[in-house]
């Protein structure tokens, strides 16, 4: 214990203020990335945490597998079923602490984002359930796409808002997937993530926060933990056909609506993803195959079983 508490004093974190964190990483065919943001994470200032790997891979890299951890346990898990949803599910069944943080595979955290999730639970009731960190996109706006707001909120017409970028902090809707923590014992009473958000698994981070929401629990944006998101083209959820992704989009939303009975907004859901189709074939983002795709997507997501909440 002189050991740890010596490190705790260094790191300025009162030894009396201390959680136990997991870092849960889901991979799907991004090995060597991977293996980077787990690396990345030895620079970690937290004093004592695990690292995670969820691997859904049909080939592993060895260095993923057999890595050591030089500042915290890590372990190693290989799934034959793809799946984000799944992945994290899976990963939260490994986990003995009681708070998780789940990272995209293809990231930089920076040095206090483990520190910075302990604060921000530190400052807050037992009902603060979720909170999502910052996430820094190069050359994008995709996380800041609105400066009025903090954190992630869904439209009535089904798209999702995001200002994960912001300086600014405060209660929210849903947290972003790449860079969110939960209270473990919140996130198996909720039933985890649900695995009929298929596909790209979009809108899956914003069924999360809804679920954590309808229990009575809270849900907070804070710039504090943060990460850099490198978007690499390949691997994880990139599709190889942009097209096709409509199909899971207009699922997904669909399905999402049913689900918390607003049915009533589905005919602009509709009428808004068709839109989305027609803008990105006119600007050349998809083909015209994608009004295809949104159709079938439609029809799956009225047809797929409700998961009750």
């Known amino acids: 214990m002189e050991t740890l508490s010596k490190t705790l004093g260094d790191s300025g974190i009162n030894t009396s203020e201390i959680n136990s964190f997991t870092v849960i990483i889901p991979t799907y065919n991004r090995g060597e990335i991977a293996l980077n943001t787990v690396k990345e994470l030895e620079k970690q200032s937290y004093p004592s945490f695990q690292v995670i790997v969820v691997d859904q891979s049909q080939e592993a890299v060895p260095d993923l597998v057999n890595y050591e951890g030089q500042h915290f346990n890590y372990t190693y898990h290989h799934i034959n079923k793809p799946g984000l949803p799944n992945a994290r599910n899976v990963g939260i069944e490994l986990t003995t602490t009681e708070f998780a943080i789940f990272l995209d595979d293809d990231c930089i955290p920076e040095v206090a984002l483990i520190k910075e999730f302990n604060l921000a639970f530190q400052g807050h009731e037992s009902t603060l359930a979720l909170v999502g960190g910052r996430v820094i996109e190069k050359g994008s706006n995709i996380f800041h796409e609105r400066a009025s707001l903090t954190g992630g909120y869904v439209t009535r017409y089904g798209k999702t808002l995001k200002n994960f970028d912001t300086d600014a902090s405060g209660e929210c809707e849903w947290a972003a997937g790449g860079n969110f923590s939960v209270r473990v014992s919140v996130f198996k009473e909720v039933g985890g993530f649900d695995h009929n958000f298929i596909g790209t698994a ?24 943060v990460m850099e998101h490198l978007r690499i083209p390949t691997g994880g959820l990139r599709q190889a ?32 993803l068709y839109a989305v189709a027609a803008k990105d074939w006119l600007t050349g983002k998809h083909g015209i195959a994608a009004f295809y795709y949104c159709s079938v997507g439609l029809i799956r997501g009225f047809r797929t079983e409700l998961r009750v909440v």
């Open 202 to 225: 979009v809108m899956e981070d914003s069924d999360f926060g809804y679920a954590v929401g309808r229990k009575g629990y809270k849900i907070r944006y804070t710039p504090g933990p």
């Open 241 to 272: 056909d942009p097209a096709a992704g409509m199909l899971y989009r207009a699922h997904n939303s669909v399905y999402f609506f049913r689900k918390y009975q607003l049915k009533r907004y589905l005919p602009v859901v509709t009428a808004y």
